[in-house]
């Protein structure tokens, strides 16, 4: 099991957290539907992060690589309830000497069951576009309880 820092957000572009707070700050704010942030592992290595942007009502999970930059994301959408759906998901692939992107597919998932991908060669500046369905059924989850991160930061989603 990850270790679990708290704070207001995960801040990509410096890599650092921002406003860490306690566990029973963030779960204050996870009951009264607020904003708050939690990093998965040690704060100088850690394996992801998950934004829970309640009062915007999605969930944003992010994976780092051993450099800490985000190479698979994922939008969880509130769909009423107590359930929530994976509707974004991008993967990136980046250049060894840099922070620079160098291939990039994103997926946008509707309900019913339709799936959007864009592939895209940042070294090139070629895309393409593609669609296919998929089942719809294995992108609800229930809303997780507080602390319980696991069941969003699944690589296995794609």
Request: net charge negative; aromatic share 14%; with cysteine.
């Amino acid at each position: 099991m990850d270790s679990i820092i708290y704070c207001q957000q995960w801040f990509r572009r410096y890599k650092k957290i921002v406003n860490p707070m306690s566990a029973e700050e963030a779960e204050r704010l996870h009951n009264a539907g607020l904003s708050y942030a939690a990093l998965l592992g040690p704060e100088d290595a850690p394996r992801a992060y998950v934004q829970m942007l309640l009062d915007k009502k999605v969930i944003l999970v992010g994976f780092l690589d051993a450099h800490c930059r985000e190479y698979l994301s994922y939008q969880f959408e509130f769909m009423g309830g107590s359930r929530i759906f994976l509707s974004l998901a991008t993967f990136r692939k980046y250049s060894i000497e840099s922070e620079s992107v160098i291939y990039g597919e994103t997926y946008s998932f509707s309900v019913s069951g339709e799936a959007a991908i864009l592939e895209t060669d940042f070294s090139t500046n070629e895309s393409r576009e593609l669609s296919k369905e998929y089942d719809a059924s294995s992108h609800f989850i229930e809303m997780p309880d507080f602390g319980d991160f696991e069941s969003l930061a699944r690589e296995e989603w794609l």
